[in-house]
């Protein structure tokens, strides 16, 4: 049994990665800045599979918050053998049209909290030689989508050169790139359902159950569904001047 941190833990992907961990007995801190729906979550957990779940409400869009996180990554006498760097949000507005402010704290959430918080993991499971990190990106990093798919792009190019680095230390790095998923994240972005096939949305507990599956076996690009990694494999062959096009075209 070991311990995992998931950041954006109270809903969505964060939080079916809390039960699906739990299930197969991991300890778990979770991480949100939702104390009181994070409480609740833990609540439910703790009854339903019988581990230990400690919960730290931080907003890592906030320095102090942030440090605070990876202190709790790097604390030896509690070490966290699995880190998955969860947590983001999307700015409803298009660039042009949204405050530096939101977009700052996005680039925060999504790029430096995940720089900060595999930092402190790396170091501290290769002292020990076994550990791995989750980080969440999106199969937006492929696509031309400003703010977000930029953040989500930077968290794909940096998990596979921390996989690079990793190799043979017993630590791994692996990367998730899913595509539309139910979950409220879409909702609070401003996203309508009913504009996509049905087809084209994914189960978030179908999502996770891949990504913890391609972290056991080290796998670095974690895309769920053929259709998906279909997806991600044409837009890197495709000009670029194509994918700029086709990602215009979507924003409309």
């Known amino acids: 049994m070991g311990t995992a941190l998931i ?17 197969v007995r991991h300890n778990l801190v979770l991480v949100s800045r939702d104390e009181a729906r994070l409480e609740q979550v833990a609540a439910k957990i703790r009854s339903a599979a019988g581990v230990r779940v400690e919960v730290l409400p931080a ?26 760097n969860n947590a983001g949000f999307a700015v409803r507005q298009q660039f042009v049209d949204a405050s530096v402010k939101d977009l700052t704290a996005m680039e925060r959430v999504m790029v430096h909290a995940v720089m900060v918080l595999s930092h402190a993991a790396a170091r501290a499971m290769i002292a020990r030689g076994r550990g791995a990190i989750l980080n969440v990106s999106s199969i937006a ?5 400003s703010s977000y798919g930029a953040d ?4 794909k190019t940096f998990t596979e050169g921390l996989a690079v680095e990793l190799k043979g230390t017993g630590v791994t790095a692996t990367c998730l790139l899913p595509g539309l998923t ?15 096939p049905s087809f084209a949305w994914l189960a978030a507990a179908d999502v996770v159950a891949k990504a ?19 997806v991600g494999q044409v837009a890197r062959l495709l000009p670029r001047a194509l994918v700029r096009a086709l990602s215009q075209v979507e924003d409309r």
């Open 59 to 84: 907003d890592l869009a906030k320095e102090r918050d942030l440090n605070r996180v990876a202190a709790r990554v790097k604390a030896p006498a509690r070490p966290i053998g699995l880190l998955v």
């Open 152 to 155: 989500k792009a930077w968290v």
């Open 7 to 23: 950041t954006g833990a109270s809903a969505g992907l964060g939080e079916e990665f809390a039960w699906q961990l739990a299930t």
């Open 141 to 145: 990093a492929y696509l031309a989508s």
């Open 182 to 196: 139910r979950t409220e994240f879409h909702s609070r972005a401003g996203l309508d359902y009913l504009s996509y």
């Open 212 to 230: 913890l599956s391609d972290v056991r076996r080290g796998v670095v690009l974690s895309t769920p569904t053929l259709r998906y990694a279909l």
